[in-house]
């Protein structure tokens, strides 16, 4: 009988008002330790961010999660083995959904945004209204401010580091997305018996995806019979991916799923 060797490659996927540059740490990471590492934008988003927010591409308007979890399965599908899946906030939605279609080996949710199923959270809720409070978002492209970075995206950086870190890695998204985290076809069988395990991260500063709300996730992600956990940082903002110390995260989403990839 033969034992298949664990798979060496991962696939990181990113949330909103971010693109693949807000994994440029975590890719570095894992190639230094022998992965081939994938981190693709989403359709529309591939340019350096400065370029996205100075000329957004009009079809990233009519971007939907859909699509975009389409786009994500055909990358994987083509790859030769079955990858490890760690997503970033919508990243760590998609990445239900890509685990719920029975791909990859193991996932992690970092910071999940409002998944199908689960109710929204206070933090969830005001983070969101700067695009519902516009009715026409949804066939939008947005922009974040930098007082909204600054006070609930990223609220733990330095003020004086907070314009570079915006300029480096803040894109627009389209306001569908948003709009789908509320009006979602897409739902997930939480008793998927088919369901890779997966470990879901919470941060206990995050005021974009309260921890309160990724344990709410847990919770439905365990009806399951693939293997479920949860861990989570007090001190770690939704910026986790970036700020100071997100070493720490990305060992610990490697490290889990290396233990308990199928």
């Known amino acids: 009988m033969t034992t298949k060797a664990p798979t060496k490659t991962i696939v990181l996927i990113h949330g909103a008002w971010l693109n693949a540059k807000s994994w440029e740490g975590f890719k570095a990471r894992y190639e230094a330790k022998g992965y081939t590492v994938l981190a693709p934008s989403w359709p ?9 927010r100075a000329r957004p591409l009009p079809e990233l308007a009519k971007l939907s999660q859909r699509a975009i979890v389409d ?8 790859l030769p083995e ?9 990243g760590g939605v998609l990445v239900q959904h ?5 791909l990859g080996v193991a996932g992690v949710a970092v910071d999940p945004a409002p998944t ?9 809720i005001r983070s969101a209204l700067p695009v519902f409070l516009d009715l026409l978002s949804w066939r939008k492209v947005k922009h974040m401010s930098r007082s909204f970075f600054r006070t609930r995206f990223a609220q733990t950086v330095a003020a004086e580091q907070a314009d570079a870190l915006y300029d480096r ?8 997305v948003y709009w789908n985290g509320v009006v979602n076809p897409m739902k997930i069988n939480w008793a998927n018996p088919d369901r890779a395990p997966l470990l879901l991260i919470g941060g206990g500063k995050d005021l974009i995806a309260d921890a309160a709300m990724t344990r709410a996730i847990y919770a439905k992600q365990r009806k399951a019979p693939s293997l479920t956990e949860y861990r989570e940082f007090a001190d770690r903002s939704h910026w986790t991916a970036i700020d100071p110390g997100w070493e720490e995260v990305a060992d610990l989403a490697l490290s ?7």
């Open 44 to 52: 529309g988003d591939e340019r350096d961010p400065a370029e996205l």
């Open 71 to 78: 786009y994500y399965e055909a990358i994987i599908r083509a």
């Open 82 to 90: 079955k990858p490890i899946l760690i997503g970033h906030s919508l």
């Open 98 to 102: 890509l685990l719920d279609r029975g």
């Open 116 to 124: 199908p199923g689960v109710p929204l959270y206070p933090h969830a």
């Open 169 to 176: 890695y803040i894109a627009p998204t389209p306001g569908r």
């Open 256 to 262: 889990w799923t290396e233990q308990h990839q199928r």
